[in-house]
């Protein structure tokens, strides 16, 4: 374009608005770091279509990492790990009660990294939309491991989280969960191939989120257990607590299992919506394998063996069919009730590792464990 040219488009752009064109953003680009510093200069300076690439190592953070800055749909933010590197971000710098990473911002997509030992919750996302989490842990934090949050909670996708040793000492253990999907509204939120374990509360919390939520492929156990020597302990350790707070909201949990947990295998926790539970395992939990006493759940082709409080505990308004509790249905048999593969190594991409633990073979009952 010639100059003249360009002056005519300026000024038929300025035309109208009465504003001069302001230059374009700096150009989006990669960026590799190296040090807590570019790290938090990264975070904080990205705009749509930076790409962070983080290089391999331990890095402690002074303050929280964080962003308002939204991607878009075409060119979203990633923050990843460079290559195959492993890199691991840790809060053990951070100052009392502040979390590793807080996104206020759409469209990024954030994967391959692990976040460990936040003084208080490891990775939050408030009011996202169209976030994507792939193969992220978050380890030994003081509060939940993973948390999304606040109205406009849309699209968003946790794929492959491993999320455990959570324990909020203050509290007793009240209230850290792997995820969190708490306080909030929004559609089209996907959580898929979750471990969610060892944590003082919930594996999986969705206390006062008021929009249906998807959860398939996902492991929840051992969590309530005082496993820090707490004389005043009070984790709560449902593996997957559905609700609270008055809200009526018809999560759907698909192919997904709780077992060991110190509290119920699955629970309603007062949320009266058609719940939709279909082919999970709930095994060997201390409480109920599932816990649906008031509200009008949909719960079929599920397994219930050996819960301390009994497999099913369910209200007049639940629809039951298809599950072992249900009259006319046989209980396959388990290939293994020995677990200690489900710490293994997830598969190349991320997928759970394989095992046999409460596989039956059965195409008609209970989570496939995988
Ligand atoms: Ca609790
Ligand atoms: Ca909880």
Not at 301 to 317: C, R
Not at 333 to 338: D, I, L, Y
Request: charged content about 15%; aromatic content about 8%; glycine content about 14%.
């Amino acid at each position: 374009m010639s100059r003249r040219s360009a002056l005519a488009a300026l000024a038929a752009l300025t035309l109208g608005t009465g504003l001069a064109v302001l230059p374009t953003q700096a150009q989006a680009a990669t960026v590799v770091v190296g040090n807590s510093t570019e790290l938090a200069d990264a975070v904080k300076n990205a705009v749509p279509g930076t790409v962070i690439q983080v290089r391999g190592g331990t890095y402690y953070p002074t303050a929280t990492l964080q962003s308002t800055a939204d991607g878009t749909s075409s060119s979203p933010v990633t923050l990843t790990a460079y290559g195959s590197e492993t890199v691991k971000i840790d809060g053990s710098n951070l100052p009392a009660g502040a979390w590793i990473l807080k996104l206020t911002a759409d469209y990024w997509n954030v994967s391959n990294l692990t976040f460990q030992n936040s003084p208080d919750s490891a990775v939050v996302c408030q009011s996202c939309t169209g976030t994507d989490w792939n193969n992220i842990r978050t380890i030994d934090g003081g509060d939940s491991g993973f948390t999304l949050t606040g109205d406009g909670t849309v699209n968003n996708t946790v794929r492959n989280l491993d999320s455990y040793g959570h324990y909020d000492k203050a509290t007793h253990g009240e209230n850290a969960d792997g995820i969190a999907v708490k306080f909030g509204s929004g559609s089209g939120n996907l959580i898929t191939g979750a471990r969610l374990y060892n944590n003082s509360d919930d594996g999986l919390d969705f206390w006062s989120f008021s929009s249906p939520v998807t959860v398939e492929h996902t492991w929840a156990f051992g969590n309530g257990k005082n496993r820090w020597s707490d004389s005043a302990f009070a984790g709560d350790g449902n593996g997957y607590k559905l609700g609270g707070d008055g809200e009526v909201v018809a999560h759907v949990v698909n192919n997904s299992a709780a077992w060991d947990n110190a509290g119920n295998g699955f629970t309603e926790n007062s949320n009266k919506g058609a719940i939709v539970i279909n082919r999970t395992t709930a095994y060997a939990n201390a409480k109920g394998g599932y816990y649906f006493a008031t509200g009008s759940a949909r719960l079929g082709k599920n397994l219930a063996v050996s819960n301390g409080g009994g497999s099913v505990n369910k209200g007049s308004s639940v629809v039951s069919m298809g599950n072992n509790w249900d009259s006319g249905i046989a209980t396959p048999a388990f290939r293994s009730t020995n677990a200690s593969t489900v710490y293994n190594a997830r598969q190349p991409g991320g997928a759970l590792p394989a095992t046999t633990f409460l596989t039956t073979g059965s195409t008609s009952i209970g989570a496939t464990m995988d």
